[in-house]
């Protein structure tokens, strides 16, 4: 593994399913984030991760959940999909002592029909 | 509150000219970072460039140079001699250096470069 790595690439989901996109990094950074990129509207901060152990919540966190159990892994849930999520999903992390350049994964595109 | 304005939505040149891309930003941080992301067609995020609100140099990098004047709060963004491969989306963005250390983004400029 080298940076950031997303999981899956890409996904169509039924409303009302869960679904959990994976992120993970192998950078030893100590903050890691979840935007969503949608047209018009830029990237858009979900949830966020100073360090293990703990979460915040950012612009758009309403029907999102995230975990923080290791320094490496930063999985994002949405318990029950609505259409209005669907967009392209982006994970990053950041060495917040090191002047917080982010450095993004790939990207997970999600479709809720 | 933080914000980043990108005016343009769209730019189209012709190869070979110059172009840049505006931006301005809102902040009642006194300490702050700004950068600049490109998203080629292929949809990854490339960093281009991290700058502290205390540096106020100019920087040039190869054909990309960038202009921060905090007097009037921009972070402009230019391209020389511009080539295709420089179409894309380009985002400004701003970070704080305390708490959460969010990026908040503009809503990007789709540059888009005729051969």
């Known amino acids: 593994i080298a940076g950031i790595t997303q999981a899956p690439t890409s996904q169509i989901l039924a409303a009302g399913r869960r679904m959990t996109l994976r992120c993970t990094q192998d950078m030893r950074h100590n903050a890691m984030y979840w935007y969503r990129q949608d047209l018009g509207l830029g990237l858009r901060l979900i949830h966020y991760?100073?360090?293990?152990?703990?979460?915040g919540k950012g612009e758009v966190p309403d029907g999102y959940s995230v975990s923080r159990a290791n320094t490496d892994d930063f999985p994002l849930t949405l318990a029950s999909a609505v259409p209005s999520q669907t967009s392209v999903y982006f994970c990053a992390s950041s060495d917040v002592d090191r002047g917080n350049e982010q450095f993004f994964g790939p990207g997970t595109r999600l479709t809720v029909l | 509150a933080q914000k980043v304005t990108q005016a343009q939505t769209e730019i189209s040149v012709v190869e070979k000219e110059d172009v840049t891309l505006d931006c301005v930003y809102e902040t009642r941080d006194t300490t702050y970072y700004l950068f600049w992301y490109k998203q080629p067609p292929s949809g990854e995020l490339v960093f281009l460039i991290r700058?502290?609100?205390?540096?106020?140099q100019n920087e040039i990098s190869g054909r990309y140079s960038w202009n921060f004047q905090k007097s009037t709060s921009s972070f402009n963004f230019t391209i020389t001699a511009s080539q295709v491969v420089d179409s894309a989306v380009y985002f400004c963005?701003?970070?704080?250096?305390?708490?959460?250390?969010?990026?908040?983004f503009g809503t990007g400029t789709r540059l888009t470069v005729i051969p």
């Open positions: 963005a701003l970070s704080d250096i305390t708490g959460a250390n969010n990026l908040f």
């Open positions: 700058r502290n609100s205390f540096d106020e």
């Open positions: 991760s100073n360090t293990a152990g703990t979460t």
